[in-house]
């Protein structure tokens, strides 16, 4: 085959794997040093655990389902409804959790992170949020 600097795929071809905060996380595409996609999934009543990121900053795009997504930085916390055509950001060292609304769809959110997801273990950093996580 030969070489070619471009990448195409599905969200259907990519690996599944567990998010830091409990997400199901399918990576999609990266460019090297600048930033990668991933698709994250939370199952109907599903709750994340509450993490900051280290060295990464994203943003967020709802695609599927209906939640909630908390946010704190520097003192100041909210929280934002999330539904398909919602964007939020994630700011470098915010502290955030998320949850998916009972019934009916999972949450589906597509994200960039910039740079892109360096695969380490202490890249999420556990911290306390509003809600108990509850896998379903």
Known sequence: ??????????????????????????????LAGLGSLARFELAPGAVSRAVSHATVQEIWYVTQGTGLIWRR??????????RPGTAVTIPLGTAFQFRADQGGSP???????????????????????PWDPVSP
């Open 107 to 129: 949450l589906q959110i597509v994200a960039v992170t910039m740079p892109p997801w360096p695969g380490t273990d202490t890249e999420a950093r556990r911290e306390q949020g």
């Open 73 to 82: 930085q520097n003192g100041l916390a909210e929280v934002t409804s999330l």
């Open 1 to 30: 085959m030969a070489y070619t600097p471009f990448g195409s795929w599905t969200v259907e071809e990519a690996l599944t794997v567990d998010a830091p905060d409990g997400s199901t996380v399918r990576p999609l595409a990266a």
